[in-house]
Nanobody
């Protein structure tokens, strides 16, 4: 069974940085893994997707140049490095996966497995 566990969220001041981790078990990073976030009262939105462990597709224009997705195959973990955080980045952040290779999607409905989420709060 595929399980994803996020960590690394917390409270940070505007302009600060956080690095989220998503540890994957029951599958490998060759499968497609996406990062999403959901702010209160808003729909879940796609941030990026990693396929084949290293091919990154970015979806969210508001975080381009500030957020970077990466992976470590030895740890079976994907990361989301978030720099220059803004109050608008406050949300619950999720990783999700689907047992398919070489394909990504920005649709949350496409992914089958989800982590529990980690809260990121950007506030002074």
């Amino acid at each position: 069974q595929v399980q994803l566990v996020e960590s690394g969220g917390g409270l940070v001041q505007p302009g600060g940085s956080l690095k989220l981790s998503c540890e994957v078990s029951g599958s490998t990073l060759a499968d497609s893994i996406g990062w999403f976030r959901q702010a209160p009262g808003k729909e879940r939105e796609a941030i990026s997707c990693i396929s084949y462990g290293s091919r990154v597709t970015n979806y969210l224009d508001s975080v381009k140049g500030r957020f970077t997705a990466s992976s470590d195959a030895a740890k079976n973990t994907v990361y989301l490095q978030m720099n220059n955080l803004e109050p608008g980045d406050t949300a619950v952040y999720y990783c999700a996966s689907k047992r398919v290779r070489g394909v990504c999607s920005s649709s949350s409905a496409w992914y089958r497995y989800w982590g529990q989420g980690t809260q990121v709060t950007v506030s002074s």
